[in-house]
């Protein structure tokens, strides 16, 4: 059984940083996609930044320049490294895994920028 567990969320002034993890297991992880996605009160679930088995990267433009993904194998973690961050980037943050019809969700973070 998948389990992900996301975990670095907070309270952050605009412009500062956090670093989120994601803790799998359960899965193969090396052979899966990994994701961050968000979302803010009243709107749909976003796409943030995505990482394929291959190490192949897409973010979101509006989050490009900012926020790094990457992942560490050994560990079975993808983590979000979000630098400068706005007011608009409060949401829930989502770690998602995927392969084939696959498709698992942690239950997510907070994350609130504020001043």
């Known amino acids: 059984q998948v389990q992900l567990v996301e975990s670095g969320g907070g309270l952050v002034q605009p412009g500062g940083s956090l670093r989120l993890s994601c803790a799998a297991s359960?899965?193969?992880?090396?052979?899966?996609?990994m994701g961050w996605y968000r979302q803010a009160p009243g709107k749909e679930r976003e796409l943030v930044a995505a990482?394929?088995?291959?190490?192949?990267?897409n973010y979101a433009d509006f989050v490009k320049g900012r926020f790094t993904i990457s992942r560490d194998n050994s560990k079975n973690t993808v983590y979000l490294h979000m630098n400068s961050l706005k007011p608009e980037d409060t949401a829930v943050y989502y770690c998602?895994?995927?392969?084939?019809?696959?498709?698992?969700w942690g239950p997510g973070t907070q994350v609130t920028v504020s001043s």
């Open positions: 990482i394929t088995s291959g190490g192949s990267i």
């Open positions: 359960g899965i193969i992880f090396s052979i899966y996609h």
């Open positions: 998602n895994a995927r392969r084939f019809i696959s498709d698992s």
